[in-house]
């Protein structure tokens, strides 16, 4: 869409048109909604001063990027958004070539800028092509944001920072640099003696000079800008992130100085829908909802979700054993902890989009004497990979990982499908891998963690357990799994976490004599059972949510070569060595082949 002869008035009606798109299509396909209504004006003012068909566009994050989507190329498929086969919920270059970047993690948009512009010189588009970054307060609490920084004030990159500081991460903002950054006030007022001063500077003489610049050089020690100054940005703000006269007028200063400038501007999260204005965390990512009455339109959950009865098993523990702590990284709703922040505050925390920090500060409280729980989606934690292996194994400390959304979480697509836990965790020494089948395995699972002596990781998924009311779970002993059903054929069906489950309903439909195992450990194995098991059943199919590369099927091919035990078929129903797209988790497992009926129908192939 090209906006650039647009007149203010127009834009202001666009932005209107945008954002009354995003709650139409949001509403009913739910998504990212206050962050995205907050920054309409901002992606606005983007398009109307810079070139997207030149100039990299980077969004942090890219999960504010709707109106970037509506201003390209997808307004008439913005209906698909996150569906099945639809368009992307963060930017996507294979979708459009107007999405520089594939983002969904936080805080990498000024290191992409910082490279962008590097590129941009060697290549002598300087001065045709510069880097523009979008980035949310939120994402400033990470330390790759200040790496990057460090860098581009020392190399002076011309390069645009637009920081969209909305008080707000996901949830509530945790930190020193978020209550910084919000000194509006301050930043206001030091914009206008700024001014005056710079004006002045013209007309005085020299010792006058020198006292005006020691005024303006005093007074950034109590505003926003100095942090950023400091490290050698140009700092322009605190901009109105809503007025596109003073935010169109903002980008083409950035634009001319040529140099590495931040502008930060204030803006309202879920602006334009008022149910949603302001810090509110459940406007953030919402499931499909009633417009009009901002009541969700809900599927009906038969059953608890793995992560409430996570947060439940573990409240129970930390009330009766005072040593046990927790953190989780800018996720406290998500992963259940928000509970326990709120009910005991001096011992579980949200340290903000720090994965890293998060692990490697309960590591120290691990040497203390407490038990540290760090409750991070799988796809998050592998932020804080050294730190697992630095931090927390090589000291073989008492460190439990509750890794939320194992498998496939749906929507939100290739960037957060927890697929690759066990694969990157299983190669590292002192670790225990364990996972429950069930909601009474989930306490089982809590309790074992916190007797369980070094480093361990238990893995459940986004949302209910499949298995619910079979086989109910007994307490966790260390690498024993448990053979479930015995079965006359020589057909076992092998699972793992909520593989237990999928393994039952398969069986159920096959109507045949199966062995069902659940590992409940794949480190360490339980050798016994497996020897057993080879020695009645041949043919061992595999269900378990994670990649097959490097997962359970090949775990278990690993351990039948060291143990020189032939004469086994495995077939695993993992994921295969591809990104899982978007979707409709259902929709997608269909794609995949690994849907109940598609793997039904796959075994009666191989039986015949």
């Known amino acids: 869409m090209d906006i650039k002869n647009f007149k203010v008035e127009e834009l202001e009606n666009l932005c209107g048109d945008i954002r009354t798109r995003i709650i139409e299509v949001v509403s009913r396909n739910g998504g990212h909604l206050s962050s995205n209504m907050g920054a309409v004006e901002l992606t606005v003012a983007m398009h109307y001063v810079f070139d997207v068909a030149k100039d990299p566009f980077i969004f942090d994050v890219s999960h504010q990027s709707y109106a970037h989507k509506l201003l390209t190329d997808r307004w008439d498929r913005f209906d698909t958004l996150r569906q099945t086969d639809g368009i992307s919920g963060y930017t996507k270059p294979s979708e459009s070539p107007y999405d520089y970047f594939v983002a969904g993690h936080s805080s990498t948009s000024i290191s992409l800028a910082v490279g962008a512009a590097k590129a941009i010189r060697l290549k002598g588009e300087e001065g045709m092509r510069i880097p523009i970054a979008l980035i949310g307060d939120g994402a400033m609490s990470a330390g790759m944001v200040y790496e990057a920084l460090n860098e581009l004030g020392d190399r002076k990159y ?143 959950m038969l059953n608890k979700s793995a992560t409430a009865l996570f947060s439940e098993a573990l409240f129970d523990l930390a009330k009766k054993y005072e040593n046990v702590v927790g953190v989780t990284a800018a996720m406290p709703s998500g992963t259940g902890m928000d509970k326990l922040i709120k009910e005991l505050p001096d011992r579980f925390w949200d340290v903000a989009i720090a994965e890293q920090h998060a692990v490697t500060s309960m590591c120290a409280m691990a040497k203390e004497g407490f038990k540290p729980f760090v409750a991070i989606y799988s796809t998050f934690l592998q932020r804080a990979y050294d730190q697992i292996i630095h931090d927390a194994c090589l000291m073989n400390l008492n460190v439990a990982f509750a890794i939320d959304r194992a498998g496939i979480v749906g929507e939100d697509g290739e960037t957060h499908q927890g697929a690759f836990d066990i694969s990157y965790l299983n190669a590292i020494p002192n670790i225990t891998l364990f996972a429950p089948r069930d909601d009474v395995g989930m306490k089982h699972a809590v309790d074992f963690a916190y007797t369980n002596k070094g480093v361990c990781a238990f893995r459940y998924p986004r949302g209910s357990f499949i298995l619910c009311k079979k086989a109910k779970s007994k307490p966790f002993s260390l690498g024993i799994g448990e053979i479930l059903r015995k079965g006359k054929s020589n057909i076992a069906f092998v699972g793992y976490g909520n593989g237990v489950g999928k393994a039952y309903k398969c069986a159920e439909l096959l109507d045949e004599d199966i062995t069902i195992v659940d590992l409940r450990f794949i480190k360490p194995l339980d050798k016994k059972l497996l020897k057993t098991l080879a020695a009645t059943c041949k043919m061992w199919y595999v269900f378990s949510d994670s990649a097959k590369r490097g997962g359970v099927g090949e775990i278990l091919s690993g351990f039948l070569s060291e143990q020189k035990i032939d004469g086994i078929n495995i077939e695993s129903f993992e994921y295969e060595d591809d990104f899982i797209q978007h979707g409709d988790n259902l929709k997608i497992e269909e794609k995949l082949g690994i849907s109940v009926e598609k793997i039904v129908k796959k075994i009666i192939k191989i039986k015949s």
């Open 158 to 300: 011309p390069v645009v920072i637009i920081l969209n500081d909305n008080e707000m991460s996901i949830s509530k903002p945790i930190g020193a640099i978020s209550k910084y950054l919000s000194q509006a006030m301050a930043g206001q007022f030091y914009q206008k003696i700024k001014r005056r001063v710079e004006r002045l500077l013209d007309y005085l003489p020299e010792s006058a000079t020198y006292m005006a610049k020691r005024f303006e050089e005093s007074f950034k020690l109590i505003t926003p800008g100095m942090l950023f100054e400091e490290l050698g940005l140009e700092y322009i703000g605190p901009v109105n992130g809503h007025n596109l006269h003073a935010l169109i007028s903002a980008l083409k200063t950035a634009k001319k100085l040529k140099k590495p400038v931040i502008i930060h501007t204030q803006t309202v999260k879920g602006k334009g829908y008022v149910k949603a204005e302001g810090r509110f965390e459940k406007w953030h990512g919402v499931a499909p909802f009633d417009v009009e009455s901002g009541e969700p339109i809900l599927t009906k």
